[in-house]
């Protein structure tokens, strides 16, 4: 694994941004020698509503998501390059989810391409949120091998 290779994982929450913003006051300057890679794993709906459509409407709401996702990735490369990171360095990647896990998808991606470090936001779900929907970020700090993980609150 690279462990100048970031896979920053976000999901246009404030708390992604500011996983943004912490990747780039910790590589800052020295961006050259990185690779930093915006992945957001887009669903059209949660998973939950997703038996309740079909066809058209899930391309739809897909279409939403990644025009959605598009918006944040310009202002994550925006707040990435004031913080000093060379836009070279700077890879946005908008993907379908594959399963009903976002954290799966995103370990997937972190294993098959070589990774060395994965950055999370934390959204601060209650225990009960977390028992019966899951924690994206708990998920990966148990899950993730051979990468360091950077879960950002």
């Known amino acids: 694994m690279d462990f100048k290779k970031i896979l920053v994982a976000v999901d246009a929450s404030e708390n992604a941004l500011r996983a943004v913003s912490y990747t780039g006051e ?9 690779k930093i890679t915006l992945l957001y794993i887009a669903r059209p709906s949660p998973p939950e509503r997703l038996y309740l459509k ?10 939403h998501e990644k025009k959605r996702a598009r918006a944040f990735m ?6 990435l390059e ?16 594959k399963t009903l896990s976002i954290a799966q998808d995103i370990l997937s991606i ?8 994965v950055v ?3 959204r601060g779900v ?20 051979n990468c360091s993980v950077w879960v950002v609150e």
Request: charged fraction near 35%; hydrophobic fraction near 35%; charge should be negative.
């Open 82 to 97: 004031a913080k000093g990171i060379d836009p070279i360095s700077i890879e946005e990647r908008v993907v379908e989810a």
């Open 110 to 117: 972190q294993q098959d391409e070589g990774f060395g470090t």
């Open 120 to 122: 999370v936001g934390r």
């Open 74 to 79: 310009s202002e994550a490369r925006r707040l």
């Open 126 to 145: 209650t225990k009960a949120e977390e028992f019966l929907f899951g924690s994206v970020s708990n998920k990966i700090v148990h899950y993730a091998k």
């Open 54 to 63: 079909e066809g058209d409407s899930l391309k739809a709401d897909f279409q």
């Open 26 to 34: 910790i590589i800052g300057e020295s961006s050259r020698e990185f």
